[in-house]
């Protein structure tokens, strides 16, 4: 092959991988444009109120203006879900990954795959027949139940997979040594599949702190006092931006965009952090 045709070779390479370069780089831009125009609108609609009522926002009651009490009640309601949700979980996931062959391991996979896509509202109807009508009314257990619920497929799939990736000779070592099943799975593999476990556990609190549906049924909504007890009914910054929209005052309108900001805040405030000390974490 002569110079002149290897040297042509190399410029069609180079343009195609140009070309490629290209098209990845738009696709990858069209696919995040949705997301910064959607924190760009909460930023441009949402900022206005809140600095126009400052503090007050943040801490007082919807008739004064504020949104304090839902913003208590979802971290109450995300607090109790992963509390309630999360050993379930990984229970589950750990089961999941130790059994992977037995009858129980194998519908336990399967139904947590059909739980992450399972309608959340469906969740909050089932909650509403178990726990609502019994106790005769709303109640942030019953919205923190469904919460739960919802969390557990994320972080037991994480959970399975984080274990699954571990190195078979970690745990046929730990076996030498004399371990018993629950120190490999509990001390050896959950240490070392740690990272993962976390991750999924971050996702699933992510996903039920934004969640509406499940508590249009379950949890009733309270604003116009802070919550303090979980057996009565609860708000929640979701819930109530919900509430609002449907409201045909441009008053309710303005305080559900600035509840929007607050719940970006809340999630970013709370996920980045810990998500940046996993990323590097690679220590077992």
Known sequence: MSANNINLHRIIRTIKNNIFLLIVTIGTFVAILPL???IYTIFLKGMPIVMERNINFITGTLSEGGIGPAIVGTLMLTAMAMIIGIPLAFL????????PNSLIGRVTKVLLQIMLEFPTILVGTFVT???????GHYSGLAGAIALAIILTPYVAVY?????????????????????????VIFKVITKIAKKGILTGMLIGMAKVAGETAPLLFTAGGLYETYPTNPLEPVGAVPLLIYDLIQSPSPEDHKIAWGAALVMLFIFLAIFTPIRYALKDDIKI
């Open 36 to 38: 910064f125009h959607i």
């Open 92 to 99: 589950a996931g750990s089961y999941v990954y130790e059994f």
């Open 129 to 135: 027949a178990l726990v609502v009508v019994p106790m």
């Open 159 to 183: 959970t399975e997979e984080a274990m699954a990736e571990v190195p078979r000779i970690y745990k046929e070592g730990a076996y030498a040594l004399g371990s018993t099943r629950i120190q």
